[in-house]
């Protein structure tokens, strides 16, 4: 399984970016795909997660800014990013679990992509 994310890149605070991620390689679909996220220093956290049934789960911090939507047709994943924060600067990663739900470890990741976001 692959997933590949891209979308990522250098913003002003207040700016949005979306990131995307497709994940290939499999026979099988995806219950859940979402995005976490790793700031130097700090332990990999959850940002968001979305099941194939369209259920959500958003960190507190993102609550309001950030939209995780998906295309079960294309095993795509998205990350709308609005209003960002310095805080957010991270490297992002593309998650993907076959039976996993919001809020599960999920078993696939991505090579990351790079949000970093200039106060």
């Known amino acids: 399984v692959q997933l590949v994310e891209s979308g990522g890149g250098l913003v002003q605070a207040g700016g949005s970016l979306r990131l995307s991620c497709a994940a290939s390689?499999?026979?099988?679909?995806?219950?859940?795909m979402g995005w976490y996220r790793q700031a130097p220093g700090k332990q990999r956290e959850l940002v968001a997660a979305i099941t194939s049934g369209g259920s959500t789960n958003y960190a507190d911090s993102v609550k309001g800014r950030f939209i995780i939507s998906r295309d079960n047709a294309k095993n795509t994943v998205y990350l709308l990013m609005n209003s960002l924060r310095p805080e957010d600067t991270a490297v992002y990663y593309c998650?993907?679990?076959?039976?996993?739900?919001?809020?599960?470890?999920?078993?696939?990741w991505g090579q990351g992509a790079q949000v970093t976001v200039s106060s």
């Open positions: 998650t993907a679990d076959r039976f996993g739900g919001v809020s599960s470890w999920p078993n696939y």
């Open positions: 390689g499999s026979m099988f679909s995806f219950n859940a």
